[in-house]
């Protein structure tokens, strides 16, 4: 595992955030990291969002395709770790990140675990689940949609020995499911849109498109109006 860190002090107990986008997009036929989305990557839209959050450290985990990928993440207050198991599935890009906390030591309190393949993850949705956890006490903040439990996921920092020996069988959601009873559940409806297959991205690429359309056609009829109110 190797780690880029460019600050390692911090004075007061954090939550981290930890960007997983180790994978080798099989089903996608090119690195879906790098796709273009709102004048952004997708890794680089997920990254902006987290470095606007109040998480303190972020953290990407990088492995298949890393030296081509790493050029979008030109953040100085970013972590880069790259997981050589990238290929053993995502508990070995969570093991990775997890243990990069340690160059934190104890002023880790929890971490949210995020992918960068889920478009309308952002800025206040990570902020909610920080909340969330701040008000409910909860050790395990799960976002749910689509009838399941998944990432975004924060884990308070009495999990990170365990997360940090995740088996390749296991992952975020089992992990969860383990210990239910103590998770809040977050809702996060459009958290159960991600980017896998290139009819994916299309989809996604329409439905801008579409939500665009309807900006456009709002501000042409708030400009009419006010051009007729001015009349």
Request: net charge negative; hydrophobic share 40%; aromatic share 8%.
């Amino acid at each position: 595992m190797t780690i880029t860190n460019p600050q390692l002090e911090t004075t007061e107990p954090n939550v981290a955030i930890i960007i997983l986008a180790a994978g080798a997009s099989t089903r996608m036929g090119t690195p879906k990291q790098l796709l273009p989305y709102q004048g952004h990557s997708l890794l680089s839209y997920t990254l902006e969002s987290a470095i606007a959050s109040v998480c303190n450290p972020v953290v990407v985990v990088l492995g298949a395709n890393a030296q081509q990928i790493r050029s979008e993440v030109n953040q100085p207050s970013v972590q880069v770790v790259e997981n050589p198991q990238w290929n053993l599935g995502m508990s070995s890009s969570i093991r990775c990140g997890i243990l990069s906390l340690s160059n934190y030591s104890e002023n880790i309190d929890a971490a949210v675990i995020a992918v960068c393949d889920q478009p309308f993850l952002s800025t206040q949705i990570i902020n909610l689940l920080v909340a969330s956890y701040h008000s409910t006490g909860k050790p395990i903040v799960a976002s749910q949609y689509a009838g399941t439990l998944g990432v975004p996921v924060l884990f308070s920092s009495i999990f990170f020995s365990e997360l940090a020996v995740l088996k390749e069988t296991d992952g975020a959601k089992t992990f969860i499911n383990k210990h239910f009873n103590e998770v809040f559940c977050f809702p996060f409806p459009l958290g159960a849109i991600d980017i896998d297959t290139p009819k994916d991205y299309e989809q996604l690429q329409t439905t801008i498109n579409l939500e665009n359309r309807v900006v456009l056609q709002k501000l042409l009829e708030d400009e009419r109006w006010i051009c007729e109110g001015d009349v």
